[in-house]
């Protein structure tokens, strides 16, 4: 198979020369559950491909979504079945007895760092973001984020929808969850509960139907 490389301003484009599309980059031989296809790891050699990348010191420019990297899937047709689709994706795959590992196993790190001196006003370690335009419909449920489960058979210990650890170095968490932003709940998330405003409700879907969880200020 031909691999067909050009330039386009700075950067680098390749694809099939013979078969338009049809091109693939692929590192490390595939396998499941056998040590020693896929480019290895040690010690000192802790990770395979790495990109890094600033602002150059000057002002990025308004509105620019993603500064690094991006990847998408384009569905085009209308498909059906069992199909699931990603822009993404990122694994960890656990083979052997790693419960004495005392860190963190993830299929993705999210990682948003205030280094000494940076200051933010609002950001995630994830950003999960919907897009739902004029013309664009929903026939069941779209999230910002979706727990799903493959097997899930008899275990011990707890499986979760979400874990709060405690905090690696020092200090603690504020809060569970926060609403809107600078005291302004527009999220739609949250309802009044009496004139004094000391009530209020956070709703939630079970099973289809909208229910109200109360909550009290402190």
Same mark, same amino acid.
């Given at each position: 198979m031909a691999i067909e490389w050009s330039r386009k301003g700075r950067d680098i484009v390749y694809y099939d020369g013979v078969m338009r599309g049809k091109g693939q980059i692929i590192k490390g031989v595939f396998n499941a559950t056998t040590a020693g296809y896929g480019l290895k790891l040690t010690s000192d050699r802790t990770w395979i491909e790495r990109g890094n990348a600033d602002d150059g010191g000057?002002?990025?420019?308004?509105?620019?979504a993603y500064l690094f990297a991006s990847r998408r899937?384009?569905?085009? %047709?209308? !498909? +059906?079945?069992?199909? +699931?689709? #990603?822009?993404?994706c990122d694994r960890c795959s656990v083979a052997a007895d790693e419960s004495a590992v005392t860190g963190f196993?993830?299929? !993705?790190w999210? %990682?948003?760092e205030v280094k000494n001196g940076g200051k933010v006003n609002v950001g995630g370690a994830v950003v999960g973001q919907i897009d739902l335009p004029t013309g664009a419909d929903v026939s069941n449920v779209v999230s910002?984020?979706?727990?799903?489960?493959?097997?899930? $058979? +008899? !275990?011990?210990?707890?499986? $979760?929808?979400? !874990?709060?650890?405690n905090p690696s170095n020092s200090g603690l968490l504020d809060a569970f969850a926060a609403?809107? $932003?600078d005291g302004n709940d527009g999220t739609g998330c949250i309802a009044s509960g009496?004139? +004094?405003g000391a009530y209020k #409700?956070? %709703? $939630?879907?079970?099973a289809g139907t909208r229910y109200r969880i109360p909550a009290r200020a402190d």
């Open positions: 000057i002002a990025l420019a308004t509105g620019q899937v384009l569905l085009t %047709y209308a !498909h +059906s079945g069992d199909l +699931s689709a #990603y822009g993404g196993l993830g299929g !993705h999210g %990682y948003l910002c984020f979706l727990a799903n489960v493959n097997h899930l $058979v +008899s !275990h011990t210990g707890k499986a $979760v929808v979400v !874990h709060v650890a609403f809107g $932003v009496d004139g +004094s #409700y956070i %709703y $939630v879907y079970i």
